[in-house]
């Protein structure tokens, strides 16, 4: 007679577990992607610089190349500044925050990005360098160092409608 070889009971309920565990795992992916898509020329408004400089954003084998005004535009929206309690903090890269450098955070940019912060309402602008995440309250996209909001005619004011251009050396100085 032949036996007949039965799981473990421990057996079955480890590979439940895994199954279980990745199942979860995936919940929680597709909830992650069903919030705002930053990525999404889409959303608000905002049009992010491609990672294919020389292609078309919608489709990284397209052979139109982008106009320089595309390529310098990452977006439009609130920006707000840095309360002075948050002067010596670490930020998200690792930095020590300086109320006196010309700094910011953004949500996606790379850290060490430079960009051009214009206030629309004055035309006043400056260049900061992206060190840290954030704003995290709806409809701002930029928050920059209180020196910078200085320069800009933001400071006192709270928030003021910017837009915000990729800066490289070359860039023309407004």
Avoid at 4 to 12: A, D, L, S, T, W
Avoid at 100 to 128: M, Y
């Amino acid at each position: 007679m032949t036996k007949i070889k039965r799981f473990h009971p421990k057996i079955v309920q480890s590979i439940l577990f895994v199954i279980t565990l990745s199942a979860a795992l995936n919940q929680g992916t597709l909830l992650a992607a069903a919030e705002e898509d930053f990525h999404n020329p889409a959303n608000s408004g905002r049009t992010w610089l491609p990672e294919n400089n020389g292609a078309n954003p919608a489709s990284s084998t397209s052979a139109r190349a982008m106009l320089p005004a595309e390529r310098s535009l990452v977006g439009e929206g609130k920006a707000s500044y840095y309360a002075s309690r948050f002067h010596g903090k670490k930020t998200a890269s690792g930095e020590f925050f300086s109320l006196s450098q010309f700094t910011a955070a953004h949500r996606s940019l790379p850290f060490g990005t430079s960009v051009r912060v214009i206030n629309l309402d004055n035309g006043k602008n400056v260049v900061v360098r992206i060190n840290d995440r954030g704003p995290y309250l709806r409809g701002r996209i930029i928050d920059v160092s209180p020196a910078a909001a200085r320069e800009i005619g933001l400071f006192g004011r709270g928030t003021a409608n910017v837009r915000i251009e990729r800066y490289t050396a070359s860039a023309n100085i407004l």
